[in-house]
């Protein structure tokens, strides 16, 4: 069996991290992206910033700034 990660965040088969879903909502993460309703799902934050990842949502905000 494979060791997790540094930071023992689940992991695909292929050994990367798995993303959050698509359904969950802005005001359930963390730390929530500012700009954006608590109602909006990662589904949406993603196709309005083109990004994938939440550090590259978060740095795709910043640059809108």
């Known amino acids: ?10 992991r695909n088969q292929d050994g990367r991290i798995q993303q959050k879903r698509s359904d ?3 005001q359930n993460l963390p ?3 500012p700009g ?12 309005k910033t083109g990004a994938t990842s939440e550090r590259a949502i978060r740095d795709a905000v910043n640059k809108k700034k």
Not at 1 to 10: N, S
Not at 36 to 47: A, H, S, V, Y
């Open 36 to 47: 954006f309703k608590p109602t909006d799902t990662l589904k949406t934050i993603r196709e």
């Open 31 to 33: 730390n929530p992206v």
């Open 1 to 10: 069996m494979k060791e997790p990660g540094l930071d023992d965040r689940h």
């Open 24 to 26: 969950t909502q802005n």
